[in-house]
Each structure stands twice: as structure tokens, then as C-alpha cells.
């Protein structure tokens, strides 16, 4: 009996899981992920519009205090944005200081500056150096003696600054410097999960993706609130082939940084990948009710149709695309073989000439067109696209070329 009840709760759970899970995937956008959206297309007039709508009815977010305010940084809107980020530190002390040096720094107020700056680095939310040093508002600083007087303290630790070594060196893809410095750093102090962070990274690079994961694990043991740290044990979980991991991570990550809207394709692709069309289909659907013209996305939402059977949606993606770049022989690859899948040869052989035409060695392309022909009697034309696919390297066409052509 009691195996039973526990079977029924199980159930019960894994389609409340589902219910959640679909109820979210059909969500739309809130305000802030669009005013977010409108940040990284660079209207920060929209952004604000969004975000206002927020404060209307909850004065109490610092967060969207900071958004806003960054918002009319970008707007050269100074008053009001140094308005905002003075409101977000009234609600969560020290949140906005490194934003109020900014605007401060572009009124060339350098007391201000100098002030919020000493506010921001004696705070949890204290940048790394290489942020804050090389902040391009800072630069009209850099001979003024306060400025340098400011500097000669010595405001990050020993940790600080080798957390800036290596992100030097990770900018300059010196992976083998990454692994070294960090290997050798982390022999006197194991618990700290950043440097983790960059020699995983370091070895995702190299293509040491299982040792990767090692490092990976004990940085989210450490820390759990960083959405890199997820997606980063992702990629290499993507790496591995371990796909269901990846999208578990991934959903974590997601959770943690619902704005870094990049993790929706990634998740999307993953789960088509795993043939989970519907779930892929939503994370693009999200995406793309934002970045509209984001081409990767559209492709992406292309394929998914096409591979759920959905191919009237597929045709309305590429035709999209190639209206948005005509030049690009993919995406008359993609409609070709959707149109095939249609019944519509002749829209397809028409697409696979543009396609060859435009890349006269798309491998894909010579035998996919070289089968419509055959099938259309022309079996010269079609021996001629097989063997240079062959010649390309495509191992189908050879077969085809070797049962019909000799």
C-alpha cells in the first residue's frame, strides 16, 4: 500500500513538473526581460518605457532602479539615470556606486567620481580591476593627480589581482598560462570557486572536457548563484554528448540569469538535438518575440519546424532569411529539402541551382539535386552532381554514383 501512494505521489509530481514546465515555456516576456531586450538592441527609450511600467506599481525593486538608470546613462540622460541609481542604493546600500562614478566621471565630476568609486570598491559588489580601471569614462582621469593619488592605494587583495591575471590571460586565450598560474595558485587555497571557473574554461578550450567537469563541479560546490558556472559545465556536458545534463544545467542557469538571453538558443538547440521539438520550439518562440531578427534564431526555428513536420512554418523561416540575405546558400539548402518534404520538387530543384551557384561545392546540395533528376529521367545530369559530391567527400553520393552510374 504504501509503495503505492509513493508511486502516485511520484506521478503526481512528474506531471506537476510538466504542467510548470509548459505553463512557463508559453509565458511571455515580463517587463523586464523586455526592457532588458531593448538595452542590448541599443533603444534605450523603449527600455525605459518598460521599466517605468514596473516602478508604477513597485517602487521597492533596486534592481530596476539600476535598470532604468542605465537606461538613461545610455539616453545621455544623466540627472535622471544619477536619480535612479541614488534611489537603488536607498534600497540596497552600495548596488549602483560603480554607475553613479560613471555618470559622475562623464559630467567630469571627479570628487564625485572619486567618491563613488571609493563607496563601490569598499562594497560586496566591488568589479574586478580590469573593469574598473579600464572603464573607458575613466580615462580623461588619468593624468589628474587626485586620480592617481586615488589609485595608490592599494584597494584589491592578493586574490583580487590574480583573478585579474588570469582573466588577462584568458583574453588572450593563453589556456596552458590559464591552467599553470591557477594549478600553482590553488595548491595554497582550494576553496575558491572563480579560479575553478577559469581553469575549467581553460580546459573546456583545450578539449580536456572531462577534466573540465571536474573543475566545474567543485566551482557550483562552492557557489551556486553563478549562471557561467552552469553553463560553462554545459558546453562541456555538450561536448561529452551527455545532452540531458547540458539541458539540466542549462535550466539552471537560466534560472539564475533569465536575462542573458543567449542561454534560450543554447537550451533550444540542445533539446532539438534530443528531438524534444515542442520544448525547443518554445525556449526559440521566447527568443525570438524579442530579438526578431536575430538570423541564428531564425534559422534555428527554421529547423525545428522542419524536423517536427511543421513545414509550412519551416518555409515561412527560410523565406525570412533569404530575404534578409539572399547570398546565403544554406538557407536555400534548408528550403530546398523542406519544399522536397512538401511535394514541392520544382521549388526545390530551383532552390538547389541557387544554392550550388552560390556554393558550387555544397556536397549536400550535388546529391540531393543529382536524386531529383535521376527521378526526372535525366540520369547524365545527375551522374555528373553525384560524382562531384563524391569528389567532395559526400560518402551517400558515392553510393549513388556507384548502383546507378556504371
Same mark, same amino acid.
Given at each position: 500500500?504504501?509503495?503505492?501512494?509513493?508511486?502516485?505521489?511520484?506521478?503526481?509530481?512528474?506531471?506537476?513538473?510538466?504542467?510548470?514546465?509548459?505553463?512557463?515555456?508559453?509565458?511571455?516576456?515580463?517587463?523586464?526581460?523586455?526592457?532588458?531586450?531593448?538595452?542590448?538592441?541599443?533603444?534605450?527609450?523603449?527600455?525605459?518605457?518598460?521599466?517605468?511600467?514596473?516602478?508604477?506599481?513597485?517602487?521597492?525593486?533596486?534592481?530596476?532602479?539600476?535598470?532604468?538608470?542605465?537606461?538613461?546613462?545610455?539616453?545621455?540622460?544623466?540627472?535622471?539615470?544619477?536619480?535612479?541609481?541614488?534611489?537603488?542604493?536607498?534600497?540596497?546600500?552600495?548596488?549602483?556606486?560603480?554607475?553613479?562614478?560613471?555618470?559622475?566621471?562623464?559630467?567630469?565630476?571627479?570628487?564625485?567620481?572619486?567618491?563613488?568609486?571609493?563607496?563601490?570598491?569598499?562594497?560586496?559588489?566591488?568589479?574586478?580591476?580590469?573593469?574598473?580601471?579600464?572603464?573607458?569614462?575613466?580615462?580623461? =582621469?588619468?593624468? @589628474?593627480?587626485?586620480?592617481?593619488?586615488?589609485?595608490? #592605494?592599494?584597494?584589491?587583495?592578493? !586574490? +583580487? /589581482?590574480? &583573478?585579474?591575471?588570469?582573466?588577462?590571460?584568458?583574453?588572450?586565450?593563453?589556456?596552458?598560462?590559464?591552467?599553470?598560474?591557477?594549478?600553482?595558485?590553488?595548491?595554497?587555497?582550494?576553496?575558491?570557486?572563480?579560479?575553478?571557473? =577559469?581553469?575549467? @574554461?581553460?580546459?573546456?578550450?583545450?578539449?580536456?572536457? #572531462?577534466?573540465?567537469?571536474?573543475? !566545474? +563541479? /567543485?566551482? &557550483?560546490?562552492?557557489?551556486?548563484?553563478?549562471?557561467?558556472?552552469?553553463?560553462?559545465?554545459?558546453?562541456?556536458?555538450?561536448?561529452?554528448?551527455?545532452?540531458?545534463?547540458?539541458?539540466?544545467?542549462?535550466?539552471?542557469?537560466?534560472?539564475?540569469?533569465?536575462?542573458?538571453?543567449?542561454?534560450?538558443?543554447?537550451?533550444?538547440?540542445?533539446?532539438?538535438?534530443?528531438?524534444?521539438?515542442?520544448?525547443?520550439?518554445?525556449?526559440?518562440?521566447?527568443?525570438?518575440?524579442?530579438?526578431?531578427?536575430?538570423?541564428?534564431?531564425?534559422?534555428?526555428?527554421?529547423?525545428?519546424?522542419?524536423?517536427?513536420?511543421?513545414?509550412?512554418?519551416?518555409?515561412?523561416?527560410?523565406?525570412?532569411?533569404?530575404?534578409?540575405?539572399?547570398?546565403?546558400?544554406?538557407?536555400?539548402?534548408?528550403?530546398?529539402?523542406?519544399?522536397?518534404?512538401?511535394?514541392?520538387?520544382?521549388?526545390?530543384?530551383?532552390?538547389?541551382?541557387?544554392?550550388?551557384?552560390?556554393?558550387?561545392?555544397?556536397?549536400?546540395?550535388?546529391?540531393k539535386r543529382g536524386q531529383i533528376l535521376f527521378n526526372q529521367g535525366n540520369k547524365k545530369s545527375a551522374c555528373l552532381d553525384w560524382e562531384k559530391a563524391?569528389?567532395?567527400?559526400?560518402?551517400?553520393?558515392?553510393?549513388?554514383?556507384?548502383?546507378?552510374?556504371?
Amino acid at each position: 500500500m504504501y509503495y503505492k501512494i509513493s508511486l502516485l505521489i511520484k506521478k503526481i509530481s512528474f506531471f506537476g513538473i510538466i504542467i510548470f514546465n509548459c505553463f512557463f515555456l508559453k509565458a511571455q516576456p515580463t517587463e523586464f526581460l523586455k526592457g532588458r531586450a531593448f538595452e542590448i538592441k541599443g533603444q534605450p527609450d523603449s527600455a525605459i518605457l518598460c521599466y517605468s511600467k514596473i516602478l508604477d506599481k513597485n517602487k521597492t525593486d533596486a534592481k530596476v532602479y539600476v535598470a532604468r538608470g542605465r537606461a538613461f546613462y545610455e539616453n545621455k540622460e544623466l540627472d535622471k539615470a544619477i536619480s535612479d541609481f541614488i534611489f537603488a542604493n536607498k534600497i540596497n546600500g552600495n548596488i549602483a556606486d560603480f554607475n553613479l562614478a560613471q555618470c559622475y566621471a562623464r559630467q567630469n565630476n571627479i570628487i564625485l567620481t572619486i567618491e563613488s568609486l571609493k563607496n563601490h570598491l569598499t562594497s560586496k559588489y566591488k568589479l574586478p580591476q580590469v573593469i574598473v580601471r579600464l572603464d573607458p569614462e575613466f580615462e580623461k =582621469f588619468d593624468d @589628474n593627480p587626485e586620480w592617481k593619488n586615488f589609485w595608490k #592605494k592599494d584597494w584589491y587583495d592578493k !586574490y +583580487d /589581482n590574480q &583573478i585579474g591575471e588570469v582573466s588577462f590571460m584568458t583574453k588572450n586565450k593563453d589556456w596552458m598560462g590559464v591552467i599553470n598560474y591557477i594549478s600553482d595558485a590553488i595548491k595554497i587555497d582550494t576553496k575558491h570557486h572563480e579560479m575553478l571557473y =577559469f581553469r575549467a @574554461n581553460a580546459y573546456h578550450e583545450m578539449g580536456n572536457y #572531462k577534466t573540465s567537469l571536474n573543475d !566545474y +563541479d /567543485n566551482a &557550483i560546490d562552492l557557489n551556486k548563484h553563478k549562471y557561467e558556472y552552469f553553463e560553462g559545465r554545459a558546453n562541456s556536458y555538450i561536448k561529452l554528448g551527455k545532452l540531458k545534463e547540458a539541458v539540466t544545467d542549462l535550466n539552471f542557469a537560466i534560472t539564475i540569469a533569465p536575462d542573458v538571453f543567449t542561454l534560450y538558443i543554447k537550451r533550444a538547440e540542445t533539446n532539438f538535438f534530443l528531438f524534444n521539438y515542442d520544448i525547443a520550439s518554445a525556449d526559440i518562440d521566447f527568443y525570438l518575440s524579442l530579438f526578431a531578427n536575430d538570423t541564428t534564431a531564425i534559422f534555428l526555428a527554421g529547423q525545428i519546424a522542419q524536423a517536427s513536420g511543421n513545414f509550412f512554418d519551416a518555409l515561412s523561416y527560410y523565406n525570412r532569411l533569404i530575404k534578409f540575405n539572399p547570398l546565403n546558400a544554406g538557407y536555400y539548402l534548408s528550403r530546398a529539402e523542406t519544399y522536397e518534404k512538401t511535394g514541392l520538387v520544382p521549388f526545390a530543384l530551383k532552390d538547389y541551382n541557387t544554392c550550388i551557384n552560390l556554393e558550387p561545392q555544397n556536397k549536400i546540395a550535388l546529391r540531393k539535386r543529382g536524386q531529383i533528376l535521376f527521378n526526372q529521367g535525366n540520369k547524365k545530369s545527375a551522374c555528373l552532381d553525384w560524382e562531384k559530391a563524391m569528389n567532395y567527400g559526400d560518402f551517400e553520393a558515392n553510393n549513388f554514383y556507384l548502383d546507378n552510374c556504371k
